[in-house]
């Protein structure tokens, strides 16, 4: 069965993609999370429970003056079906159908120290000459892999740290 989600996701996916407002669709589901996400009392508006269906209706319909109709009615309908607290989820979801539909591939790089600038321009180059597709690059330091990089790919991870090759001689020392 699949979650709720994907199928939320999906159908605003092909319902934005039909009407060719893909990216004004994206742009806008990741405005409205965000500021859910930042405003708590907003957060408590859209997903709380003490409200009404009318009453939070009421209240999209005054914040979302400049929405396109195909998202606002996505909410409307969220609100409607009591889906409003699977957004964010929903929101992820959305942004991987559209990431794979513009063959965008989420790569993130980890390493015990700062990477310069053109290595990890390197890494980036040489996985899109890998697989075809256009790769959206993050970099980030974290010193308890005591050093090599850690990859994510978009759902796979190479771990090439010196912790993991340390955790791995220990496993074995343990076995032996």
Same mark, same amino acid.
């Given at each position: ?24 669709? $994206? ?5 409205? !999370? ?18 009404? !269906? ?24 969220? &609100? ?9 989820? &929903? ?5 991987? *159908?559209?990431?794979?539909?513009? $063959? ?14 053109? !290595? ?42 010196? $912790?993991?090759? *340390? ?10």
């Amino acid at each position: 069965m699949q979650e709720i989600e994907d199928v939320y996701a999906r159908a605003l996916f092909e319902a934005a993609q039909e009407a060719g407002r893909l990216d004004i669709v $994206r742009e806008q589901l990741a405005a409205f !999370t965000e500021a859910l996400d930042e405003n708590r009392d907003l957060e408590v508006f859209f997903l709380s429970p003490y409200f009404s !269906t009318d009453e939070i209706k009421a209240g999209l319909e005054r914040a979302l003056t400049d929405a396109d109709p195909l998202f606002s009615n996505f909410l409307a309908l969220a &609100i409607e079906k009591h889906r409003m607290p699977a957004l964010n989820l &929903i929101r992820r979801r959305f942004d991987v *159908l559209c990431d794979h539909e513009n $063959r965008v591939l989420p790569v993130e790089i980890t390493s015990a120290v700062a990477l310069g600038e053109q !290595t990890v321009e390197e890494i980036g180059r040489r996985i899109e000459e890998q697989t075809g597709e256009h790769v959206e690059l993050t970099s980030k330091v974290d010193p308890e892999i005591l050093g090599g990089i850690v990859l994510r790919v978009g759902n796979s991870i190479l771990d090439a740290s010196i $912790r993991d090759r *340390l955790e791995q001689l220990r496993k074995e020392v343990a076995r032996g």
